[in-house]
């Protein structure tokens, strides 16, 4: 079981960077695929990004070169740095774990990967 309370989010304007948490508890973190997701509204949930237990970060093409992911395993803490903040970054943002090998394969940013999911923090980018 892992238990995931994201933090960070705000209301911020266009250009301007974001740093989100996520922190996990439970045991078995340290070996969970763990990801960011992000849901706009009136649109479906997207995989933004996720690191595996081996520390290899993967990307959707849309944030690449933009958004960061992390994690601190001493503090059990994931991380998603957002840069160049776009209005169009607006949604709220969700962190997820999965086990197994969701991390190295194609649905990584698939919502049905994850079987834990935190509440949310919304991030509001005004132009």
């Known amino acids: 079981q892992v238990q995931l309370v994201e933090s960070g989010g705000g209301s911020l304007q266009a250009g301007g960077s974001l740093r989100l948490s996520c922190a996990a508890s439970?045991?078995?973190?340290?070996?969970?695929?763990m990801a960011w997701f992000r849901q706009a509204p009136g649109k479906e949930r997207e995989g933004v990004a996720r690191i595996a237990p081996d520390g290899s970060a993967a990307y959707a093409d849309s944030v690449k070169g933009r958004f960061t992911i992390s994690q601190d395993n001493a503090k059990n803490t994931l991380y998603l740095q957002i840069n160049s903040l776009k209005p169009e970054d607006t949604a709220k943002y969700y962190c997820?774990?999965?086990?197994?090998?969701?991390?190295?394969?194609?649905?990584?940013?698939?919502?049905?990967?994850?079987?834990?999911w935190g509440q949310g923090t919304q991030v509001t980018v005004s132009s």
């Open positions: 997820a774990a999965a086990y197994g090998y969701t991390c190295y394969s194609v649905s990584w940013s698939s919502l049905a990967s994850y079987r834990f």
């Open positions: 439970g045991d078995s973190y340290r070996r969970a695929c």
